[in-house]
């Protein structure tokens, strides 16, 4: 058999499956109205949560970063890669999250693939969410450790499997702070209280918290008044960017950089996003007022979705996931969505499991209250004529 032949059938089973993913062009910045294919939609799928991506002061702290630096970083940190704005942002991150230290990668992915197979050994054993994203999934994959998967935010559960694996050396905790498709929030300090009382490490992923929780947007740590080992987090999501970091004691940031192969071996990121990311963290700490409208923003959507009929998941984060069932209702009720203006993709297995796919707003400091209102009049629309509410 050829070789596109035989993807070709591959193919053909995601497309029967109802899976087939295509992309969409979006025509400009990014704002809460954008031209997406060549249509006007109201943006309800970004994770552009303080609307920062396309503030002036990021754009002019990149421009004058790209004048004096350049379009790229030439080469991984511990080459030729390694510039000021590297050091400033991995400072100013430490001092944000409220560590010793923090460490950039080129991604958020990178970063808990870098942290994961790096820090546990042969021997020890992860205790991973069973809703963490896949990067963590990936990161636990490439580790020495065995993984043991507890029920998600289930802290009775996480409690039997700790106690089922002291037998190994090591013991490490790993969850997002808030998850990416559920939009809940792990219960932080019970989690601590259990990895203090079975000597477990704690890792979480803050990608979607950093920026939204917190009086500052420090994320899930600022949140609960709590602090684990590492914290890993993602300028991509709310600061508006691109990259990740790691951020933890100055022992810890020591060790990722002389063992973290996704740091060593990644060409660093450009000192462009890096100037802009400092210039998001010093907004975000001054951005109270903005998560508070952004609060108010999801109390009202969920607690319309709620009255309307939708079974809404999810704690009160920018993630408003709203559960249709099969995928090919999903699929349909996003096309509809587009005909009435509004771009929220369906989100399908495998993302998903099977029979919960849903639709995932996601609601931004940005978004009007005239979106907010055809956002809500859309969905009670379309729920009605497709008989789900």
């Given amino acids: 058999m050829q070789f596109d032949d035989w993807l070709s059938g ?3 089973q995601t497309r029967k499956a109802g899976l087939y993913r295509t992309l969409r062009t979006m025509q400009g910045a990014p704002h809460t109205e954008m031209v997406i294919d060549g249509e006007e939609q109201i943006v309800c799928s970004s994770n552009n949560y303080l609307g920062l991506a396309a503030d002036e002061r990021l754009i002019d702290a990149a421009q004058s970063a790209l004048t004096t630096f350049g379009s790229g970083s030439s080469g991984s940190r511990l080459t030729t890669g390694n510039t000021e704005w590297h ?12 560590t010793e230290a ?14 994961l197979s790096s820090l546990p050994e042969k021997g020890d054993v992860i205790l991973s969410d069973r809703f963490n994203h896949a990067s963590i999934i ?10 043991v998967i507890y029920e998600h935010i289930n802290m009775h559960d996480l409690e039997s499997r700790l106690q ?4 190994h050396a090591r013991r490490f905790i790993v969850t997002d702070g808030v998850f990416s498709m559920d939009g809940t929030i792990t219960p932080l300090p019970e989690l601590m209280r259990l990895a203090k009382r079975y000597h477990a490490y704690v890792i979480v992923d803050d990608a979607h918290a950093t920026g939204v929780l917190g009086k500052y947007g420090r994320g899930t740590s600022e949140h609960f008044g709590v602090q684990p080992d590492v914290v890993i987090g993602t300028l991509s999501k709310a600061a508006g960017t691109e990259g990740g970091f790691a951020a933890g ?106 029979g919960e796919s849903r639709i995932r707003l996601t609601v931004t400091a940005d978004h009007t209250e005239k979106e907010i209102q055809h956002i809500l009049a859309s ?11």
Avoid: W
């Fill in 249 to 354: 004691s100055q022992m810890l940031i020591d060790f990722l950089r002389n063992h973290a192969r996704t740091f060593i071996f990644q060409t660093a990121m450009a000192p462009a996003s890096c100037a802009a990311s400092f210039a998001a963290l010093e907004i975000i700490e001054q951005s109270e007022k903005k998560r508070i409208r952004l609060s108010a923003y999801i109390t009202k959507i969920k607690t319309g979705l709620t009255k309307m009929g939708y079974f809404v998941k999810g704690d009160f984060t920018p993630i408003i996931p709203v559960m249709i069932g099969q995928a090919e209702k999903a699929v349909l009720f996003s096309r509809k969505l587009q005909e009435q203006g509004i771009y929220a993709p369906a989100i399908r297995p495998p993302t998903v499991p099977e």
């Fill in 164 to 167: 089922e694996t002291q037998q």
């Fill in 379 to 389: 969905f009670n629309l379309i729920g009605k004529e497709l008989r789900i509410i």
């Fill in 102 to 115: 923090a460490l950039l990668f080129s991604s958020g992915y990178l970063a808990n693939i870098g942290v």
């Fill in 10 to 12: 591959r193919l053909l």
């Fill in 87 to 98: 050091e400033k942002l991995e400072k100013k991150l430490a001092h944000f999250k409220h």
């Fill in 138 to 147: 990936d990161g636990c994959r490439l580790s020495k450790a065995k993984t």
